[in-house]
C-alpha cells in the first residue's frame, strides 16, 4: 500500500455536484471496505419499489420480508449485502457496532433473533472501485467524506439523506450545492 495511501471505511460519500446524470447523482454511499484492493460500498439512499420479501426467495421473518429493499449499487444487482446494528457488536466490521454482511442463512438467523436494538437494512447490488479508482475520484472532487454514524444508516429519510447531510456541512458551499435544481438552467 502506497503510504498516503487513507482507508474509507466508515465514511459516507456524497455526490460532490459533480456526478449529475450517473447513478450517483445525489447519492450517499456508506463505504464498507477499502483497502489497496480497492473499495466496496452501499448506496443508503435509492430505495427500490420491492420488499425484501418480494425479491429474496428464502424462508425469511414476516419483519424482514416487509422490510424495504435498497439498491446498493450498480455492480451485480442479484447480489445480496446488508448491514446490521447491535449495541453491543465488539467485531463490527463498518463501524463501531454495525457490520456488513452477505450470508442468506446468517440474514435468516438475525431476522429469527431481531430485538428492538437489533436494524437490519439489505441491499441488491453495490458499488465498487478497482485499485486507486476511488483516490482519483476523491482527488478529482466527484466525493464529499461525511462520517458515518448509525442514525445516518438507519434512521434518515433516505429521500432527503444527501440534502440533509450537506444542509449540515458548515459552509455556504455546501447549502449552496444542498438547493441547487438540477438544472441549473431552473435557476
Known amino acids: 500500500m502506497p503510504p498516503s495511501f487513507t482507508s474509507l471505511r466508515g465514511q459516507l460519500l456524497l455526490d460532490g455536484g459533480n456526478l449529475t446524470g450517473s447513478y450517483f447523482h445525489h447519492t450517499v454511499v456508506l463505504i464498507c471496505q477499502h483497502d489497496a484492493e480497492g473499495a466496496f460500498g452501499l448506496v443508503l439512499n435509492r430505495a427500490a419499489p420491492n420488499r425484501v420479501g418480494e425479491v429474496l426467495v428464502a424462508n425469511l421473518p414476516d419483519t424482514l420480508k416487509q422490510q424495504t429493499l435498497f439498491l446498493g449499487g450498480p455492480v451485480q444487482p442479484s447480489a445480496l449485502s446488508y448491514l446490521y446494528s447491535q449495541p453491543f457488536l465488539p467485531d463490527a466490521n463498518v463501524i463501531p457496532n454495525l457490520n456488513l454482511g452477505h450470508s442468506v442463512d446468517e440474514l435468516i438467523a438475525l431476522g429469527e433473533s431481531l430485538t428492538q436494538e437489533q436494524r ?7 458499488a465498487g472501485w478497482s485499485p486507486g479508482q476511488l483516490e482519483n475520484e476523491m482527488k478529482n472532487h466527484a466525493w464529499l467524506a461525511h462520517p458515518a454514524t448509525l442514525d445516518l444508516v438507519f434512521d434518515a429519510d433516505p429521500k432527503r439523506l444527501w440534502h440533509d447531510i450537506l ?5 455556504w458551499n455546501y447549502r449552496l450545492l444542498a ?4 438544472d441549473l438552467s431552473w435557476n
Not at 167 to 171: D, E, I, L
Open 120 to 126: 437490519v437494512r439489505v441491499f441488491a447490488g453495490y
Open 167 to 171: 444542509r449540515q456541512k458548515p459552509g
Open 179 to 182: 438547493e441547487a435544481p438540477d
